[in-house]
């Protein structure tokens, strides 16, 4: 069957919209609802009325204007989950069937279900506080699928080795997969600091990487001694499988099919085995590249929010906050009045031609200065003092780090909101940012609030570093 047999044209249409996130998060809510129900549907008005709760409860905005349909205009949030619906079951998301009792029941069609499911494989922190989203969910993801190769390999009793090599050839094939998944993901977080020019948005990005990937993927696949306790026991008994010809016999039985002669459907299995004992002998390399990945995000984005800081105080900066003036006055329907008032503050003028000699300068020349070498006069005398080595001690080492939250934590919680206000210096934004980074390393928790926290550079929100006891 064709793909396009399957889904409707205009399936995709909903996530492609200007209301696209409105639309994902109503689809992931609805299938949340429907996989509580009963296996041959769910009352539509109790997805509605899920819906309008949702709807009421969160932040999403909803733009009429983006709407083909030009009867769409909805007056409240019961209106527009109906009218939500509606847009989902002509898109083919859901069906809905009436009863003989004129009760509607929802359901899911095929490939809703699928991509619902993959979607929040692929971003389950959808609901976090949700415990449907823990059923896609596998925290020790990485470990289960080492220990379920090394298991397999090493079973003695009726040992089918055709069956048992296409579980570890699967599985293997899955946690490379998941490793690849959480490399894209730090691709992602690192291109984010590219593209965010907001204080507040590489602060958000650094604590949803906590919770998005470092807590969830990168530690469990870091600090794991899963991986090098089995990898060497499984690249053996890999190879000791290859150099058998029986086993090989035996697992060329998967390939049969699928080849010409005998001694293709060997040669497959071959290859498929030293597939697998590549893909452990390259796994560390995989981590040591995560590794850099997680140490170059973390760098990139305390350079960012520095240089950000420090912006205002050089011409790039004043240039950008000229622009952005600009930008916000477009936003208020006052670009006119911002063009006039940006044509009066500068005024370039530039020398049709310039001489070959007006940006030359002679090179000085060099001679050797035998007094900046130096030698053991006057040094007899010199103590290496506390208020010496002081100047030359890192403001943001570990140690002074965790001193300086220990001393604003109360019962081992700490609120941005109350260490940093509209007049504090940039060092202790910038310490709050090491704070943060401190905490991921640590394995605190930290969480964002929705209050904002006005500074006089920047707007952010307000979150919360909590230790774990």
């Not at 932040?59 to 030009?70: K, N």
């Not at 209106?79 to 859901?94: H, Q």
């Not at 089995?230 to 390939?255: C, F, H, P, S």
């Not at 943001?396 to 109360?410: C, H, K, L, V």
Request: with cysteine; charged share 30%; net charge negative.
């Amino acid at each position: 069957m064709d793909f396009f047999d399957i889904i409707s044209d205009n399936f995709f249409s909903l996530l492609s919209s200007k209301n696209k996130r409105i639309y994902l998060a109503s689809i992931l809510q609805a299938f949340k609802v429907y996989e509580n129900g009963s296996i041959l549907g769910i009352d539509k008005k109790v997805v509605v009325d899920d819906l309008v709760y949702f709807l009421d409860t969160n932040s999403y905005l909803y733009d009429v204007e983006d709407e083909e349909d030009e009867e769409a205009n909805p007056k409240s949030k019961r209106e527009l989950a109906n009218y939500i619906l509606r847009r989902m079951e002509e898109c083919g998301w859901i069906y809905v069937d009436v009863t003989n009792d004129y009760e509607e029941i929802l359901n899911f069609t095929d490939a809703a279900i699928i991509i619902c499911e993959a979607i929040l494989k692929a971003y389950p922190q959808f609901d976090a506080n949700d415990d449907f989203s823990s059923e896609f969910i596998n925290p020790n993801e990485y470990q289960g699928y080492i220990y379920s190769i090394y298991s397999l390999l090493n079973q003695s009793d009726n040992v089918e080795y055709a069956l048992i090599f296409s579980l570890v050839y699967s599985n293997t094939k899955q946690l490379i997969r998941a490793i690849r998944r959480l490399d894209a993901r730090m691709k992602d977080y690192i291109q984010s600091v590219i593209d965010n020019s907001e204080i507040k948005d590489l602060m958000e990005k650094l604590i949803l990487y906590k919770t998005d990937v470092y807590d969830s993927s990168y530690v469990k696949l870091k600090v794991s001694d899963n991986i090098n306790r089995y990898r060497l026991g499984i690249i053996t008994r890999l190879k000791e499988m290859q150099n058998d010809d029986v086993i090989v016999k035996a697992i060329a039985n998967n390939y049969i099919m699928t080849s010409r002669t005998i001694e293709e459907a060997e040669s497959k299995a071959v290859r498929y085995i030293d597939e697998v004992i590549d893909a452990f002998n390259a796994i560390e390399e995989f981590i040591s590249e995560i590794d850099n990945k997680n140490r170059n995000y973390v760098n990139s984005t305390i350079g960012k929010i520095k240089f950000l800081l420090s912006e205002e105080d050089n011409v790039i900066g004043k240039i950008n906050t000229i622009l952005k003036y600009v930008k916000d006055s477009n936003k208020n329907g006052k670009i006119d009045k911002a063009l006039k008032l940006v044509d009066s503050l500068h005024a370039l003028r530039v020398q049709k031609a310039l001489s070959n000699n007006s940006l030359y300068t002679p090179r000085g020349s060099y001679t050797r200065t035998y007094s900046q070498i130096l030698d053991d006069v006057g040094l007899d005398s010199f103590e290496m003092t506390p208020e010496f080595l002081e100047q030359f001690k890192s403001s943001y080492n570990e140690d002074y780090i965790a001193s300086f939250m220990d001393t604003y934590m109360i019962d081992n919680f700490m609120r941005a909101s109350q260490i940093i206000d509209y007049n504090c210096g940039d060092d202790l934004v910038i310490m709050l940012v090491y704070c943060v980074i401190y905490a991921v390393d640590k394995n605190h928790i930290v969480e964002l609030c929705d209050n904002i926290i006005d500074h006089k550079k920047f707007r952010l929100r307000d979150f919360i570093i909590k230790r774990r006891v």
